[in-house]
């Protein structure tokens, strides 16, 4: 479960990037139309969403850089802050508790996991009870025309729901309902229900980073003027002043909607009458100029650069070990070097290897001493590396052709045993899969996945 946490972090780190380019942007060029603005937002939340991206052989955006993801043992290079900040932590941990600083770094993730969903919990909780409070004040709301509905007192209007929304006008209204109406037809048009929803969901996930709560608030903000900028492109340009109005009496009713994320509550009325004053329709060619740029943009976000891959981000072990790589199980000295080269344990060192090739399937048995003063004993030691054992493991068969099994043993302690089988079975043939080192590295990435 720790390993979703990190992985969810992961993106997290490099969504963070994205973000601030993404208010950079607006902040360069505050003129641009917000429509164009949204499609950026798309490629935030596919990144706070998905670690997803596509492989390109020259160097791109820095925030396409993934993180390699760590638990009890191995710590991949990306964002040098969040490494520097972990090995910081996990350093503080063993210099305190040598002898199981693992343990105590497992002990944080694990706690760090717990407030992750208790976070995650209470927001759903909060929208939940938000609902359940809103529901009861719309019982009372009356059908107007097709999903147009009428609620007395309610003090701003809003779209509710994804598949079916509806929209709900304070029933004062009077002259100013034919542009709320325009206005709140247009966010359907334009989908923004169902964009709102991605937002909400990543901003669970996401809840412990202050960036994604400002990419939530700015981006309601641009759905707004991105909104607006919709509906005066239809309305006659003499029609500009009176929509502003509109809004204004709107905002002037307003004592505080209280409702659900989901709703599309019309807030910060201020700056869309000043982006609707100074707005002026685009020509064609802009349109089309800011749309390929905008697409362009999105197209970088999603990129990772391989070069990168093998700079000093790829750990110097995977190097070492791929320099190793042998079709045979019997080859002393590269099962040796490779097995060498593995990420360490703080509870255990390595004491020699076996080899068994009289037979198929061929194997190698990994000796291990616990170090001592140690709590864990063999089978703690395969628990609590779990996922560091698997890797080192994997990258062996990966690079052994025809190496059948692993054992692993503690103190002359049989403890582990792994199988070539269950790794292609997950990934494919591994063999063929390291002719280079750029393959090994895409490997290794797959398997902290």
């Known amino acids: ?47 706070l969403l998905s670690n997803w991206s596509i492989p390109i052989g ?16 191995r710590l991949g290079v990306g964002i040098e802050g969040s490494v520097l900040a972990m090995n910081a932590i996990r350093a503080a941990s063993s210099s305190i508790y040598p002898a199981s600083g693992s343990s105590v770094w497992q002990s944080l993730m694990q706690g760090a996991f717990l407030v992750w969903i208790l976070g995650m919990a209470g927001m759903l909780i909060y929208a939940g009870l938000s609902y359940k409070r809103l ?35 304070p029933k004062e209204l009077n ?34 980073n202050p960036l994604v709560w400002l ?50 509550g019309e807030g910060e009325i201020k700056g869309r009458i000043r982006h609707i004053l100074r707005y002026r329709k685009p ?57 060498d080269a593995w990420y360490t344990m703080a509870d255990a060192s390595k004491d020699g290897f076996e080899l068994y090739t009289d037979e198929q399937p061929y194997g190698v048995r990994i000796r291990f001493q616990i170090a001592e003063g140690s709590e864990l004993d063999a089978e703690g030691i395969c628990e609590n590396y779990d996922s560091l054992i698997e890797e080192n493991v994997g990258i062996l068969f990966a690079l052994v052709e025809n190496l059948g099994y692993v054992e692993l043993s503690f103190d002359g302690m049989a403890a582990c045993r792994f199988l070539r089988e269950d790794y292609e079975a997950r990934y494919g043939n591994l063999w063929e899969q390291t002719e280079t080192l750029e393959g090994l590295v895409e490997l290794y990435e797959k398997m902290g996945e």
């Open 1 to 47: 479960m720790s390993k979703i946490f990190l992985n969810v972090v992961n993106m997290s780190i490099v969504s963070s990037w994205v973000i601030l380019c993404i208010l950079a942007v607006r902040l360069v060029l505050p003129w641009a139309p917000r429509r164009y603005v949204c499609i950026l937002w798309y490629a935030a939340l596919f990144r």
């Open 58 to 73: 020259i160097g791109t955006f820095p925030v396409a850089r993934p993180v390699v993801q760590e638990i009890s043992g």
């Open 135 to 169: 529901a009861h004040k719309l019982s009372e709301a009356e059908k107007w025309e097709g999903n147009v509905y009428l609620v007395q007192n309610l003090h701003t209007p809003f779209v509710l729901g994804i598949i079916r929304p509806r929209i709900y006008l």
């Open 175 to 208: 002259r100013e309902r034919r542009y709320v109406l325009l206005h709140e037809r247009m966010h359907i048009r334009r989908r923004d229900p169902l964009l709102k929803a991605t937002a909400c969901l990543a901003l669970v996930l996401h809840w412990f």
């Open 215 to 264: 990419a939530f608030w700015v981006l309601e903000r641009d759905m707004e003027c991105a909104c607006d900028e919709a509906v005066l492109d239809e309305l006659d340009s003499g029609m500009k002043k009176e929509y502003a109005e509109a809004l204004l009496t709107v905002a002037m009713a307003q004592t505080g909607f209280q409702g659900i994320p989901l709703a599309f």
């Open 283 to 339: 020509t064609a060619w802009i349109c089309v100029v800011m749309f390929l740029m905008a697409g362009a943009a999105c197209l970088g976000f999603l990129l990772k650069p391989q070069s990168a891959a093998l700079s000093e981000e790829v750990p110097s072990w995977l190097e070492r070990a791929w320099e190793w790589r042998t079709p045979y199980t019997g080859n002393a000295s590269a099962v040796g070097n490779i097995t």
